[in-house]
């Protein structure tokens, strides 16, 4: 039998004494007297709480005891004695047995739909997923469910469809809404040679695209399996309920013996007054809401940041982030774009972004790529050269349009002739933190082109959060410490550390490891071992495979301002599981001693009713507490996407 | 007189609880049997797990098959925080749970409220 029907049954049945308690001064009587209340009470056992003593029993047998031991305990008591009672003539208390049945059952149907409630995250994750995708198969496009697709098929998405699973777009384009996964409202341009991600919705435009990873292997799929962990983990601040439990039980049992022999043996009350402080304690003292208070608010606190695209990995992280006071960066691909873009061409900007073109054309250095981008941005007319020559760590040469051509850096200076002009220019460039590309024709350099990996438009935004939180900010990164500084004095970082080798840079957090506990927060690939050591690895972007496995945050979107967000939520769930437990112990603490009648002299006890009904409170208030993570206000600097 | 007897059965009740729950108890344990490489072990809950303890081989494919017997909702759920099961024990069905046997270790779980723990041995 469910525990709704159980509770309606109890209820309904405690009503007549519910109604005796209260009508009794005024004269009226329920019919049958004690008669009607022992049979009322009696369903009440059997039905409703029948299930709490087969329980408690069960676990007996093994050594256990549990919530159900308590209530089975109290009510069995009440119920057992208001029977002797009955024979011998005295006052009974049927309705204490009825009334924290009830209660109980109240707070547990309450409980089970709260439950429900904050668990809801992960199913609603999972039912993104599209349901059947139309997919290129003998030469026709046919509609197969979901989880027929496989590796390498074509699929094609007509505007307003979801896409099926993760790939890559071979035909057509458009924009598509990938809200559900990475929490950016905005919808994303997407073309040939795209990538795409399963669950989200195309809009406008259509295309085709290669299924590239499908089932388990999508990225929703590994979102949803991240947030399950996270959700089941356990914040080590548990440990502490996980050994209260196993205890708290039996103690309990002694305290309300203890009582009962006080009250009866050395004060002298009734046994019935004595037995109504013991049900009293046993009742008030069930453990649920210490048990309830860590899990319920992991499970919502990391629910709501998954929605934003924000994943937390387990219960220590939450913990680790409030004790955080450093924060590092890498910089490239974190605090910058990551992609070098020319910023400044001086002299003949057409001529000389051409020839540079057209000698770059076959590098493959970063440099190369960026000037490249330039020319066919401006849409240049790129000349052909050959008698290509490497000028041994300086450039290039190449002879172009009947002409010896150059590019390459600063070393190049001393073969070739620069104009005093153009030697001020390259100073203010270099400055500015940009990398400087000399081009030149025959023996005379003719223009300077400026190279900049500059800092997303959101970086500077979400360092200044993070200082108004107190911490430190510091950058890491392999580039020389002029370039490094100039960005770091743009988007307000306080400290650099330049000059850094890949390898090196967990070596330097560790360092800095000394100093306090140290977030960093890197896109993943290269970053990987630093982002293990790191108190907190805040992964950037991507979702690799990588990035998941090494950092403890990760971010979906490639945004800074989610390391400010992901922060102050994880700040704002530790804090609501320390409240819960606070809550929760403060109200056993405070209430069995209360049930106990130690304040019996000032007038203060507890009836078995009422406590039934103060735990119900307890362990309900502990769970909406958590489900109202969902709604809290989280304070943070940066605006909430 | 009366008095003194409900002193002494009081006295000796505390007793009796504090050795029954908080004395040394054997603790059932099971190691699977594999066949057709596949190791599966019954797990009753009922007041608990029984057995308490489960024995893997690593590397061989594993299945528990957990059956709720108890009522209580205390127990109607069973979470592996290692492997990230949070899965739901409808009373008296039989909820089959596979197992990662891939890392040796000791791994802990409990029910949906941390109160009924049970160990997994994988070796």
């Known amino acids: 039998m469910s525990i709704t029907s159980r509770f309606w049954i109890s209820l309904v049945l405690s009503l007549p004494m519910l109604a005796e308690m209260i009508l009794k001064p005024f004269g009226w009587m329920l019919p049958g007297g004690e008669w009607t209340m022992l049979v009322l009470t009696t369903i009440i056992m059997a039905v409703s709480a029948g299930p709490f003593l087969q329980s408690a029993w069960a676990s007996f047998k093994k050594h256990h005891s549990n919530m159900d031991t308590l209530v089975a305990i109290g009510t069995a008591t009440a119920y057992f004695y208001s029977i002797y009672a009955m024979i011998t003539g005295q006052a009974v208390f049927f309705e204490s047995a009825a009334f924290v049945t009830t209660f109980v059952l109240l707070g547990q149907v309450f409980e089970e739909r709260m439950r429900h409630n904050a668990s809801s995250a992960v199913e609603k994750l999972v039912n993104l997923q599209a349901k059947e995708a139309e997919v290129l198969r003998d030469g026709k496009f046919i509609k197969i469910p979901l989880d027929q697709v496989v590796v390498g098929d074509e699929i094609r998405v007509k505007p307003g469809e979801k896409i099926a699973v993760d790939g890559l777009i071979t035909s057509g384009s458009s924009s598509i809404d990938e809200s559900m996964v990475t929490g950016e409202s905005m919808p994303v341009e997407k073309k040939r040679g795209d990538h795409v991600i399963g669950s989200t919705i195309n809009s406008n435009g259509s295309f085709t695209f290669k299924a590239e990873k499908v089932g388990n292997d999508t990225m929703l799929s590994q979102i949803v399996e991240l947030v399950k962990r996270a959700q089941t983990s356990h914040a080590p601040i548990q440990k502490l309920t996980d050994k209260v439990s196993d205890i708290f039980v039996p103690i309990v049992l002694i305290i309300a013996i203890l009582t009962f022999l006080v009250w009866y043996v050395f004060i002298g009350a009734s046994v019935a007054n004595s037995l109504i402080f013991a049900v009293s304690v046993v009742v008030i003292a069930c453990p649920c809401a210490l048990g309830l208070a860590t899990p319920t608010a992991l499970m919502v606190g990391t629910g709501r940041s998954a929605k934003m695209g924000i994943l937390i990995k387990n219960g220590e992280v939450l913990e680790e982030v409030n004790d955080i006071n450093t924060v590092v960066f890498d910089k490239t691909g974190t605090i910058t774009v990551g992609k070098p873009e020319v910023t400044d061409v001086t002299g003949d900007e057409k001529r000389v972004l051409s020839i540079a073109a057209s000698l770059e054309g076959a590098s493959e250095h970063p440099l190369a790529a960026a000037i490249l981008a330039k020319a066919k941005a401006d849409k240049l007319d790129v000349p052909s050269s050959f008698d290509f020559k490497a000028i041994e760590g300086k450039g290039v040469r190449a002879t172009v349009d009947g002409q010896t051509a150059f590019v390459g850096n600063g070393k190049l200076l001393a073969d070739f002739d620069i104009s005093a002009d153009m030697k001020q220019q390259m100073a203010r460039l270099q400055d500015e933190a940009k990398t400087v590309v000399f081009v030149g024709l025959g023996d005379r350099v003719i223009g300077l082109i400026a190279i900049q990996d500059a800092p997303k438009s959101t970086s500077k935004e979400a360092i200044a959060a993070l200082k108004a939180r107190g911490l430190k900010t510091i950058m890491l990164t392999g580039d020389n410490e002029r370039v490094a500084r100039a960005i770091a004095n743009d988007v307000g970082i306080d400290q650099v550390i330049a000059d850094v080798l890949p390898g090196d840079k967990a070596d330097r957090v560790k360092e800095l490891q000394a100093n306090g506990k140290v977030a960093f927060v890197g896109d993943g690939i290269n970053d990987a071992p630093a982002l293990t050591v790191a108190d907190v690895g805040i992964a950037m972007g991507s979702g690799t495979d990588i990035a998941i496995e090494s950092g403890g945050i990760v971010l979906v979107k490639n945004d800074l301002r989610d390391v400010d967000r992901a922060l102050a939520l994880s700040r704002k769930t530790f804090n609501r599981i320390k409240l819960n437990l606070f809550w929760a112990f403060v109200y056993n603490v405070l209430g069995i001693p209360i049930a106990a009648g130690v304040f019996f002299a000032i007038g203060l006890t507890l009836s078995p009713e009422l406590a039934g009904l103060a735990m119900a409170f307890s362990s309900l208030s502990v769970v909406t507490s958590s489900v109202l993570l969902n709604k809290a206000k989280i304070s943070t600097n940066v605006a909430m996407a | ?123």
């Open chain 2, 1 to 123: 007189m009366i008095k003194i007897i409900v002193l002494i059965v009081g006295l000796t009740l505390i007793g009796f609880i504090s050795w029954w729950f908080f004395g040394k108890h054997a603790v059932a344990t099971e190691t699977a049997n594999v066949e057709n490489n596949v190791q599966k072990v019954d797990v009753e809950v009922n007041g608990g797990y029984s057995p308490e303890t489960v024995v893997l081989k690593q590397g061989v494919p594993a299945i528990l098959n957990f059956t709720r017997q108890d009522p209580s909702s205390c127990l109607d759920r069973v979470v592996f925080p290692e492997f990230g099961i949070n899965r739901e024990l409808p009373k008296g069905q039989l909820e089959p749970i596979k197992i990662d046997t891939s890392k040796a270790g000791e791994y802990q779980w409990a029910c949906g409220m941390d109160m009924f723990h049970g160990k997994l041995i994988i070796k």
